[in-house]
């Protein structure tokens, strides 16, 4: 059973970094796509930024340049560098997971919702200005 865990969540000015950490267990597959999704709320959720096992990352044009997928050594982490931070990034952020063949770019596509079959609960960012 997929198993992911969000922290690192907190309220930072603009202009700001945070990072946020998944620890994830339980995907024990050669294959497997993992990422991060916003949401606000009354608004669908957004693909911010997804890593395959291969390394291929994948991002949202609104946070290109400015966030950072990483997985640690282990597979067992997952991180989102954030930086320059702005009010209109104040979201929950939730980790997810997709195991077997997956394509990293179809999780950050623009009014695409995000398809992933595992959820963590999220960890709220707030961006104030």
């Known amino acids: 059973q997929v198993q992911l865990v969000e922290s690192g969540g907190t309220s930072v000015q603009a202009g700001g970094s945070l990072r946020l950490s998944c620890a994830a267990s339980?995907?024990?597959?050669?294959?497997?796509?993992l990422g991060w999704v916003r949401q606000v709320p009354g608004k669908e959720r957004e693909g911010v930024a997804a890593i395959d096992g291969a390394g291929d990352t994948s991002y949202a044009d609104s946070v290109k340049g400015r966030f950072t997928i990483s997985l640690n050594t282990t597979g067992d982490t997952l991180y989102l560098q954030m930086n320059s931070l702005k009010p209109e990034d104040t979201a929950m952020y939730y980790c997810a997971a997709d195991l077997g063949a997956c394509s990293v770019k179809l999780y950050t596509v623009a009014g695409r919702k995000p398809d992933f079959g595992h959820w963590g609960q999220g960890t709220q960012v707030t961006v104030s200005s």
């Open positions: 339980g995907y024990l597959w050669s294959s497997y796509c």
